[in-house]
């Protein structure tokens, strides 16, 4: 028994130090975040080379953008912005994000692979989502700061809203541009082949779906013509 005990103490000590250490590597990466909007050319670099970036802390962006969307719709001024908040579905409006957001991110992996791109998927979507965070924090923000201004103020909303979005792509170019160590003419021309190669698989995945939607309407015609039939 004693032998047991002694047994499962070193256990559950080297668990809770490893989920300290875990707790502890995710706060530094979601720290970094904020070097990594500020000095985007190093922080990139040490994001897919130096091990700074962290799967879970992506995770988390990629959650908080989509929550800060779904929140803007609901929660701006109706001045500033006209969505049916009733008619609102919250897993759609998050389903319509995520789903080409992680398509772009295949097409550049798949883009990127045939012509000598060295990020890896994982490389990509970690530094795709570290771009978000612009948008996290000014959106956010920004749906506080329409409920306290007047539509004639509206030119601060709108000058802020660009500035994240602009924010955002820049960090994105330069983002993919040091996960595949390539120049600024090639990441250029290849965030330009990975919209194309995006558009091309949300084509074959909608035809896909199409021509399964038939072929399930079709069998389930047929089973109920042979049930008819039968009795």
């Known amino acids: 028994m004693s032998i047991t005990k002694s047994i ?51 995770n988390t962006f990629l959650f908080l953008f989509l929550l800060v969307r779904v929140i803007k719709l609901m929660c701006t001024s ?34 990127t692979t045939l012509f000598d791109g060295k990020g890896r998927f994982k490389d990509i979507y970690i530094a795709m989502c570290y771009a978000l965070v612009p948008y996290i924090l000014i959106q956010s923000l920004m749906v506080l700061v329409s409920n306290m201004i007047t ?37 250029l021309v290849f965030l330009v082949v990975t919209l194309v190669g995006a558009c091309v698989i949300l084509f074959l995945v909608l035809v896909f779906f199409s021509l399964l939607s038939d072929a399930i309407s079709y069998f389930v015609s047929l089973y109920r013509e042979i049930v008819y039939r039968l009795y």
């Open 78 to 111: 109706f001045q500033f912005i006209s969505a049916p908040v009733q008619h609102i579905n919250v897993f759609e409006e998050a389903a319509s994000l995520a789903l080409p957001f992680l398509v772009l991110c295949l097409a550049n992996w798949a883009m």
């Open 151 to 187: 539509f004639e103020e509206g030119s601060l909303y709108t000058v802020m809203l660009s500035i994240s979005l602009v924010w955002c792509v820049f960090l994105a170019f330069v983002g993919l541009m040091e996960v595949h160590d390539y120049g600024p003419g090639k990441t």
């Open 8 to 58: 499962k103490a070193p256990d559950r000590a080297q668990r809770a130090e490893s989920r300290k250490a875990w707790w502890n590597r995710y706060k530094e990466s979601f720290r970094y975040a904020f070097h990594v909007i500020t000095h985007p050319f190093d922080g990139f670099w040490d994001l897919a080379h130096e091990g700074k970036g962290n799967l879970a802390v992506a």
